[in-house]
């Protein structure tokens, strides 16, 4: 069949990554270990401080990940396609195919479930989509065995990013809010017809890129988890690479609808928060990777997850995998690995 079973990002970062001087950023802390080893449950069965890697859909890939790290991954986050709606449905059996594979050898799977191209949300707030998702939803769930376990699934994410083709607009090329909160609780409303396993993670991009992420909020009922996806990219943030990135990273931290947005609007509106997708492709900034790293593990127990870029597509080679990163490997490993 003729669909991209790798999923690519098809977006670039540089329209939420050009910045100006960032504050200082905290201290280094050590962090050996501490989010990896002590994943937890709420008493919702939604799991808690899980280390996940992206790496492209592809089995193989996943193994030589775990066998880096030297430790297996939480979980996998997998992609459906998202270049048009034929794709996204000739893709359901794909990735529900690879993702029993990962569960059968032990690991969570978190499901990105996307619109199916640009200017896709008025058909799916229409309801003109409910069928499709209806087998998407379902293919997820049978590849899990009979139960009560709680299945992640990523809706319409990185919805503020001008060239995501994912943007919040309309097929006019209009951003708008409301349409995107009435497709995504369209489409969370097909999944918890099918089981109310499933639960939810709203994903901005880091900062406010081409729409205020509030204005996008769908609502606490059909919100579980609040994330960010965010990435160091040395083609436009290396204004002072003589710190490691550090003042990057507190760029990051203070920015607006940055890391203390998130910690703030998740604690608001009482939900986990997460880092869906991070990764850094410049290895002078380690420091920046370190800085990153502490901050996931002072999260705690309220942090849900935190998935690492292992590719180099999409825009940004953040692979760690290939050695072409070492500084930034063994700041990552220090933490996270054992």
């Not at 997820?140 to 809706?155: D, F, K």
């Not at 097909?190 to 991009?205: E, L, T």
């Not at 050695?323 to 996270?336: D, S, T």
């Amino acid at each position: 069949m003729m669909f991209d079973t790798d999923q690519p990002r098809q977006t670039s970062r540089r329209d939420a990554l050009r910045l100006g001087a960032g504050a200082a950023a905290t201290a280094l802390v050590a962090c050996r270990g501490h989010a990896g080893e002590v994943p937890g449950l709420r008493q919702d069965g939604i799991p808690t401080r899980q280390l996940g890697a992206i790496t492209g859909n592809d089995p193989a890939a996943m193994r030589r990940w775990a066998q880096w790290l030297g430790r297996p991954q939480d979980h996998d986050l997998l992609y459906f396609n998202q270049d048009s709606w034929g794709q996204l449905d000739q893709s359901i059996d794909f990735i529900a195919g690879v993702g029993r594979e990962v569960l059968a050898q032990g690991r969570r799977v978190q499901w990105s479930v996307p619109v199916g191209g640009p200017g896709g949300y008025d058909s799916v707030a229409a309801g003109q989509r409910d069928d499709l998702y209806r087998r998407v939803a379902s293919a997820i769930l049978a590849a899990y065995p009979r139960g009560n376990s709680r299945i992640y699934v990523r809706l319409p994410w990185e919805f503020n990013l001008p060239s995501q083709s994912l943007a919040a607009r309309d097929a006019g090329g209009r951003w708008a809010a409301r349409l995107y909160v009435a497709a995504w609780r369209r489409i969370a409303g097909v999944f918890r017809q099918v089981s109310h396993r499933f639960y939810f993670d709203w994903c901005p991009n880091i900062g406010e890129g081409g729409i205020n992420p509030e204005q996008c909020y769908p609502g606490d009922d059909v919100v579980d988890v609040v994330s960010l996806d965010l990435y160091y990219q040395g083609q436009y943030d290396d204004q002072n690479m003589r710190d490691g990135g550090r003042s990057i990273f507190g760029y990051r931290l203070s920015q607006p609808f940055g890391l203390a947005w998130l910690s703030s609007f998740g604690a608001r509106h009482g939900k986990l928060i997460g880092l869906s997708e991070w990764g850094v492709d410049d290895d002078r900034a380690a420091v920046f990777a370190q800085l990153l790293a502490a901050w996931i593990v002072a999260q705690g127990s309220r942090l849900s997850h935190h998935n690492y870029w292992d590719r180099s597509d999409g825009g940004i080679n953040a692979k760690l995998t290939d050695g072409h990163l070492p500084r930034v490997a063994r700041v990552y490993r220090a933490a996270f690995g054992r």
